[in-house]
């Protein structure tokens, strides 16, 4: 009953195969996504946290990006980084006042045509679709006030719908659907990378050094010692219009107003009003699904519209970076 068995040495019966060395079997690596964060200028931070990345040798395979960075993480998938970062290095402040196509009769105080030329240029015909990995851009529905993910279609557009600051930037149609920034739903989109499959997901906060934000006071009020702001005579017509107008873009103010009021101007209290709404919904999004990593540069100092100062940007987007790649380590270990 034995004879079939394989034993060595028995002539023509098949011997049986050594057994396995112990080998020890690397596991595969998490799926890892990049959720980039919206800021406006700010956002050139982005491309210092994807450099740093890149060199400490890790792959991106998702990206999610809000406002600037749904066109950093863009370029950046598109093999165009090198370019954005050229340029915006070179930005200077009256290059800065190129781009600025004020268009008083629309929906946006400017077109966004010349800016949209420029990411054309470089991504002309680029579809989301051919991207080698996946990609979104999250924008907002005028109205419903949907969450919009665009995951398909053209490029370009994608990134238009996702930065079209309200009031600043026209919205951008698409499908049928009036877009807007996205940054008004989902500042920092870790809930999107983590549904385009993302294991491990490092989200890149823009606002998220800006403490000292959102509390509450709980008695305040004006004492029979202070005195409210003097009233402003009253202009009819035109006249009034326009000085309202100029006064409120920071243009011109008399020598009264200058003197005994110190109130912001329209750009400074839409551009406060913003931030303070992205700030509140980045902590509530965040505190339900919070990243694997986060990474917060130091930009207090930096405002949403310095352009100018990309160069800065950047290096505390590197710097950041640098300070987390122990924290990226355990994570992608951890998660293996």
């Known amino acids: 009953m034995f004879q079939s068995l394989p034993w060595r040495g028995q002539g023509n019966v098949a011997e049986l195969s050594p057994p396995p060395k112990n080998e020890i079997v690397k596991p595969p690596r998490p799926v890892l996504g990049l959720a980039l964060g919206g800021g406006a200028a700010r956002g050139f931070a982005h491309i210092g946290v994807i450099r740093v990345l890149v060199e400490a040798g890790y792959d991106v395979d998702v990206i999610a990006g809000t406002s600037i960075g749904a066109v950093v993480g863009g370029c950046y998938i598109a093999g165009r980084l090198d370019d954005i970062e050229d340029w915006a290095r070179s930005l200077t402040k009256r290059r800065v006042l190129n781009f600025l196509d004020l268009n008083f009769g629309g929906s946006g105080l400017m077109s966004g045509t010349k800016l949209a030329l420029l990411l054309q240029n470089g991504l002309d015909g680029v579809q989301i679709e051919s991207l080698r990995i996946p990609f979104v851009a999250i924008a907002t529905e005028i109205g419903p006030g949907h969450e919009i993910w665009l995951t398909r279609g053209n490029l370009v557009t994608a990134m238009r719908a996702s930065y079209a600051l309200p009031g600043i930037f026209e919205p951008v149609r698409i499908g049928g659907r009036w877009l807007m920034d996205g940054a008004l739903v989902n500042p920092v989109p870790v809930s999107a990378a983590r549904a385009l499959g993302a294991r491990a997901v490092i989200a890149v906060n823009l606002n998220g050094e800006l403490t000292g934000r959102g509390g509450v006071i709980h008695t305040f009020g004006a004492t029979s010692t202070e005195m409210d702001d003097p009233p402003v005579p009253k202009r009819n017509g035109f006249g009034a219009a326009t000085s309202m107008v100029r006064r409120g873009f920071g243009f011109v103010r008399s ?14 209290v839409m551009m406060e009003a913003f931030n303070i709404t992205q700030d509140r919904i980045s ?22 519209f310095d352009f100018h100062r990309a160069a800065e940007a950047i290096d505390m987007g590197a710097e950041a970076t640098l300070k987390s790649l122990d924290d990226i380590k355990e994570t992608m270990e951890a998660l293996a």
Do not use: F, M, Y
């Not at 020598?255 to 400074?268: F, K, V």
């Not at 339900?288 to 405002?303: A, E």
């Open 255 to 268: 020598r009264e107003q200058r003197q005994r009021r110190n109130s912001p101007g329209i750009h400074t």
């Open 283 to 304: 902590r509530s999004r965040l505190a339900g699904d919070p990243p694997d990593v986060s990474i917060g540069p130091r930009l207090g100092r930096i405002s949403p």
